[in-house]
């Protein structure tokens, strides 16, 4: 079955930094667009960010940017999404997708789905 697992969640204090990972079982993601998203208690799911096969593009939704920085090493099979100067309403599950096509886009396919990682923001 192929499945994405995503590490790295936990308990931060507000303005501290927490780096996830996002790794796959059973493929490899260098042919896939990644996108990090997030759902917090009682909101729909947020796209958080994207980034090409290749890693030369990259999106940020607008309540992450500047903030947020998401990297690919396709030589470890990995990706990761840095977070800094965290805040209480970043608190969420954070999830990571393939997309079914290499690039970004509002409008691609994400075709496989980790199970997701709690990462909460809290004094």
């Known amino acids: 079955q192929l499945q994405l697992v995503e590490s790295g969640g936990g308990l931060v204090q507000p303005g501290g930094s927490l780096r996830l990972s996002c790794a796959p079982s059973?493929?490899?993601?260098?042919?896939?667009?990644i996108g990090w998203f997030r759902q917090a208690p009682g909101k729909g799911r947020e796209g958080v960010s994207c980034?090409?096969?290749?890693?030369?593009?990259?999106s940020y939704a607008d309540s992450v940017k500047g903030r947020f920085t998401t990297s690919r090493d396709n030589a470890k099979n990995t990706v990761y999404l840095q977070m800094n100067s965290l805040k209480s309403e970043d608190t969420a599950v954070y999830y990571c997708?393939?997309?079914?096509?290499?690039?970004?886009?509002?409008?691609?396919?994400?075709?496989?789905w980790g199970q997701g990682t709690q990462v909460t923001v809290s004094s």
């Open positions: 997708a393939a997309a079914s096509v290499p690039y970004c886009s509002a409008y691609v396919n994400y075709a496989y």
């Open positions: 980034i090409s096969a290749s890693g030369a593009g990259t």
């Open positions: 059973g493929f490899t993601l260098e042919l896939y667009a």
